[in-house]
C-alpha cells in the first residue's frame, strides 16, 4: 500500500524538479523565443526575473489559500456542531451565491475597498478560496455514518475526540479535495491580479498585450499554465496517498 | 420543555447575531462614502450624517422587529414574518442609500456617493435572515413572489431614477450608449462560447460513455484546459493564430487575428468544455439499466431508446452542466476583454487603468447581476426539464 503510494509520488516529484530547473534557465527560454519571434526586441520580462514571479505568484496563492482553508474548515465545522447547525444554511446560501460571483470582478471590487497592489489581490483571493473549502468540510464532515459517531461516542470519547481523531481524518480527502479547487481557482485569478498591481505571472502577459510583445505573453502564458498543471498534479497526488 | 426552549433559541441564533452586526455597524460604522471628484480619495459619512432621524429609527425598528420575531413567533408565522421583514430591510437600505447619496449630491454636484461598510453589513445582516426563515419554511410560492416582488421594487426604484444620485449610476449615466453596447457584446460572446462548448461537448461526454477507451483521454484534456489560468490560455492563443492570419489570408478574411474576438470565443469555449462534458457524461452513466431493458423489452429500436428514454433522463443534468458553465464563462468573459474582445471587463480595466473606482464598480457589478441571471435563467430552464410532472406526460405520450 505505502509503496505505491510512494511510485505515485516519482513523477510529480520529477515534474517539480524540472520547473524549478526550468524557471530559473532564461537563457533557454531565451533562445527558444528567439527562433519563435524573430523580429522582437526583447524576449524575456524584463522588469523581473520568471523565477521571482514564480516565487510572488505562490506566496500570493499559499498565503491567500491557506487562510482561506483555515477558514473555511472551521465555518465547516462550526455549522455541522450542535451550537453552529443554525447557521447551516447561510453557509450553504453564500456559499453557492459566492460561487456565481466571477473571481475576476470580485478581485475588481476590492479595488475600491482596499486599494491597489498586494493587499487586495490576497483579500479577493482569501474571500473566494474560503467556498470550495467550506462546501467540502460540510460534505466530508456530513459523510461520516452516524453509526461510527455512535461507536466512536459510546467508547467514551469526548466530542473534541470524536472530531479530531474520528470524524476530520475521515473527511481528511474531501476537504483536500476541496483545498484544490480553491489553489487552482487562486492561481489562475492571481493571473489577473497582475492588472491591479499584484505583480506574479501574470505580469509579463499583461505587460506584453500592452507592449504588443507576443513573446514575453508566451514567456508568462506558458509559466502560469505549467504552474497550475504542477499544483494540481501535487494535490491530487496528496489526495490519492491517502486513499 | 427547557430543551425544547434551548432548540428554539439556538434556532434564532442567525436572527440576533444578523440583526445585531446591522444595528451595531449601522451605529458605529460609515453608512456611506463619499469623494468630492470621481478619481479623489473617499470619506466616510455615518447614518447620522445623511438621513432623517425617522429613516434611520426605521432602520433600527425593523432590526428590532426582526430579532423580537425571531425571540417570540412560532413557526410557521415566524418564517413568513420574518422573511417579509427582511426583504423590507433589504429594500429600506437601499433606498436610503439612493436618499443619501441624493441629498449629498444636492450640496456638491462633482461627488461620487456610494454606500460603504455599515450598510453592506446590514444588508448582510438581512441576507442571513432571510436565508435562515426560507431553509425552514417549505411554501416556495411565497419564497419566490416574495423574491420576485422584491426583485421588481429595486427594479422600480433604479427605473425611476431613485438611485440615480449613487456613484456608479452617475458613471452609467455619463456612458449608457456605450454600456448596452458592451454588455450586448459580453451576453453575444458567452452565449457562443457556451454554444460551441455544447456542440462539441455533448457530442464528447456522450463518446466518453460509450466508448470507456476514449474516457480517460478526453477527460484529462478537458481538466487540464480547465486548470490553465484563463489569462494564460488566451496568451497561448495569441501567437498561434496571430500566425495563421498572417500565413492563410483566409483566416484574416474570416475575422481571425491574433487578438480580439477569434481568441476570445476559441479560449472560453475550451474553458467551457469540462463542465459540459462531465455532465453528459454523468448524465448517461446514471441511468438505471432496467429502464433501457424496458424500452428494448418494448421492441424499441436505438434511435428511439436514445430520444425517448435516455435523452429526457440524462438532459436536466447536461442543463445542470450547461448551468456550470454559462455562469463560469460570463465571468471569464471579463478576462477576454484584456485581449480586446469587449464586454464589461472593458470598464473594469479601463476603470483600474485610470483609477477611477466607480467605473470599475459598474464593470463589476453589471457582471456579477450578469452571472446571477445566467444562473437563475438556466436554473429555471434546468428545473423545468427535470421529470416532474410535465416532463412525465411528455415522456408517457410516444
Known amino acids: 500500500m505505502k509503496e505505491r503510494s510512494l ?67 472551521l465555518i465547516g465545522i462550526f455549522v455541522t456542531r450542535s451550537t453552529g447547525r443554525s447557521f447551516r444554511p447561510v453557509a450553504d446560501d453564500l456559499s453557492s451565491v459566492g460561487q456565481t460571483f466571477p473571481p475576476a470582478a470580485v478581485l475588481a471590487l476590492a479595488v475600491p475597498a482596499t486599494g491597489f497592489g498586494f493587499k487586495p489581490a490576497m483579500l479577493a483571493l482569501f474571500l473566494y478560496g474560503i467556498m470550495p473549502v467550506l462546501r467540502n468540510t460540510i460534505t466530508g464532515l456530513e459523510s461520516v455514518p452516524d453509526e461510527t459517531k455512535d461507536a466512536a461516542l459510546g467508547m467514551g470519547m469526548r466530542p473534541w475526540q470524536l472530531l479530531l481523531g474520528v470524524e476530520l481524518p475521515l473527511a481528511l480527502r474531501v476537504i483536500i479535495s476541496g483545498i484544490r479547487i480553491t489553489t487552482v481557482i487562486n492561481i489562475g485569478t492571481a493571473t489577473i491580479a497582475a492588472t491591479i498591481g499584484a505583480g506574479g505571472l501574470g505580469a509579463p502577459i499583461v505587460s506584453g498585450l500592452i507592449s504588443h510583445n507576443p513573446s514575453i505573453i508566451l514567456e508568462g502564458a506558458v509559466a502560469a499554465a505549467l504552474l497550475a498543471l504542477l499544483a494540481d498534479a501535487v494535490i491530487e497526488q496528496v489526495e490519492r496517498s491517502l486513499a | 420543555m427547557n430543551e425544547t426552549r434551548g432548540g428554539s433559541f439556538n434556532r434564532s441564533l442567525p436572527v440576533f447575531a444578523g440583526t445585531a452586526v446591522a444595528i451595531a455597524s449601522f451605529l458605529l460604522l460609515d453608512f456611506m462614502s463619499k469623494r468630492p471628484s470621481r478619481i479623489s480619495g473617499a470619506s466616510g459619512i455615518s447614518a447620522f450624517e445623511i438621513l432623517e432621524p425617522a429613516e434611520a429609527a426605521a432602520v433600527i425598528g425593523l432590526n428590532l422587529c426582526m430579532a423580537a420575531a425571531g425571540l417570540f413567533l412560532k413557526p410557521p408565522a415566524r418564517q413568513k414574518i420574518l422573511l417579509l421583514l427582511s426583504c423590507l430591510s433589504l429594500f429600506l437600505y437601499v433606498f436610503l442609500a439612493g436618499r443619501g447619496a441624493e441629498r449629498v449630491v444636492a450640496d456638491m454636484p462633482l461627488a461620487r456617493v456610494f454606500p460603504s461598510t455599515g450598510a453592506w453589513l446590514g444588508i448582510l445582516g438581512s441576507a442571513v435572515v432571510f436565508s435562515t426563515e426560507s431553509s425552514t419554511l417549505p411554501d416556495r410560492f411565497f419564497k419566490s413572489a416574495l423574491s420576485g416582488l422584491l426583485l421588481c421594487a429595486l427594479a422600480a426604484l433604479v427605473f425611476y431614477g431613485q438611485l440615480d444620485g449613487l456613484s456608479i449610476m452617475r458613471e452609467y449615466a455619463n456612458r449608457s450608449g456605450r454600456f448596452w453596447q458592451e454588455g450586448v457584446a459580453h451576453v453575444f460572446l458567452s452565449a457562443s462560447a457556451v454554444g460551441v462548448a455544447v456542440l462539441v461537448g455533448v457530442p464528447l461526454g456522450f463518446v466518453a460513455f460509450t466508448r470507456s477507451s476514449f474516457e480517460k483521454g478526453i477527460f484529462a484534456v478537458t481538466n487540464s484546459l480547465q486548470t490553465i489560468p484563463s489569462l494564460a490560455l488566451f496568451g497561448l492563443l495569441i501567437s498561434p493564430l496571430a500566425w495563421l492570419s498572417r500565413t492563410y489570408p483566409f483566416f484574416a478574411s474570416i475575422g481571425v487575428r491574433g487578438t480580439g474576438s477569434a481568441p476570445a470565443l476559441i479560449a472560453l469555449s475550451l474553458y467551457a468544455l469540462l463542465p459540459v462534458v462531465r455532465n453528459t457524461y454523468t448524465a448517461f452513466k446514471i441511468i438505471d439499466p432496467a429502464i433501457i431493458d424496458a424500452g428494448k423489452g418494448m421492441g424499441m429500436n436505438r434511435l428511439q431508446l436514445f430520444s425517448t428514454v435516455e435523452l429526457p433522463v440524462a438532459l436536466p443534468v447536461i442543463l445542470g452542466g450547461i448551468r456550470i458553465a454559462g455562469v463560469q464563462t460570463v465571468g471569464n468573459t471579463v478576462v477576454a476583454a484584456l485581449i480586446g474582445a469587449g464586454g464589461f471587463g472593458q470598464f473594469i480595466f479601463q476603470g483600474l487603468g485610470e483609477a477611477a473606482p466607480d467605473l470599475i464598480l459598474l464593470g463589476a457589478i453589471s457582471t456579477v447581476l450578469l452571472a446571477l441571471a445566467a444562473d437563475g435563467l438556466l436554473g429555471a430552464l434546468t428545473g423545468i426539464a427535470r421529470p416532474g410532472r410535465r416532463g412525465r406526460e411528455e415522456v408517457a405520450r410516444p
Do not use: D, Q
Open chain 1, 7 to 73: 511510485h505515485g509520488w516519482i513523477p510529480v516529484l520529477l515534474a517539480v524538479a524540472a520547473y524549478v530547473v526550468l524557471v530559473h534557465w532564461e537563457a533557454a527560454w531565451e533562445t527558444v523565443l528567439k527562433f519563435l519571434f524573430p523580429g522582437e526586441t526583447n524576449h524575456l520580462y524584463t522588469r523581473s526575473s520568471l523565477a521571482r514571479l514564480v516565487w510572488e505568484h505562490l506566496v500570493l496563492v499559499t498565503v491567500a489559500s491557506g487562510l482561506a482553508t483555515l477558514a473555511g474548515v
